[in-house]
């Protein structure tokens, strides 16, 4: 596999082509990011801690029946990755006020929740990722109506298997994980229907 011209660069990575029109090459940076991006520096290393630790749960997904876009770990910072359309939305799970959260609510930092919260907002960094609900991404066709009740199900039993992915962390760690961010991207399928993708974290440090 042959490592091409970037493509774009971001936060936490940067994305270049390959002989392959199929398959992308992620290198991951050593940036760190608050904020959206209005505080930034540098941890050493953080990148391959970064590439080896979603890696690791990408393959815990595909295991689990949960599609991803991993294809193959290349080195300690680089990563083979299968073409998606990236769908601008993120979906955020909190367990912990922290960051933005704490910031908008006027709220300290630290507390635990009784139940995680969820929100969606919509990827923009320009706009600094505004919220939004499911109206919201209709109109902006970043995401669409609900299937039919097997899609449903079968959407609903891979959230359930993620969660009992990061579950089964939480015990092995003996922590609470503040937030995470899902990202999503499809891939057009066999059937020529786009597949939903489960796509690494942005690597900000704002849960």
Not at 63 to 76: C, D, Y
Not at 148 to 169: A, C, H, P, S, W
């Amino acid at each position: 596999m042959q490592k091409l011209e970037q493509i774009y660069e971001g936060k936490a990575k940067k994305v270049f082509r390959t002989d392959d029109p199929e398959r992308y090459i992620v290198d991951y940076k050593d940036d760190a990011t608050a904020f959206n991006g209005v505080k930034k520096g540098t941890i050493v290393g953080k990148g391959v801690i970064n590439n080896q630790m979603t890696n690791y749960f990408m393959r815990r997904m595909e295991k689990a029946g949960i599609p991803t876009h991993f294809v193959q770990e290349l080195s300690e910072r680089e990563t083979l990755v299968k073409k998606v359309s990236i769908v601008p939305l993120e979906v955020i799970i909190r367990n912990i006020s922290a960051g933005s959260f704490a910031k908008r609510y006027g709220v300290e930092e630290g507390i635990v929740f009784d139940a995680p919260t969820i929100e969606f907002s919509y990827k923009s960094d320009p706009l600094d990722d505004p919220l939004l609900n499911e109206y919201h991404a209709l109109a902006l066709k970043a995401g669409h109506k609900r299937g039919n009740r097997d899609n449903q199900k079968v959407r609903f039993r891979r959230q359930r298997r993620f969660e009992g992915i990061l579950g089964g962390l939480r015990r092995h760690s003996g922590g609470l994980q503040a937030g995470i961010r899902q990202n999503l991207g499809r891939r057009r399928g066999s059937g020529g229907r786009d597949q939903p993708r489960h796509l690494p974290p942005v690597g900000q440090q704002d849960p």
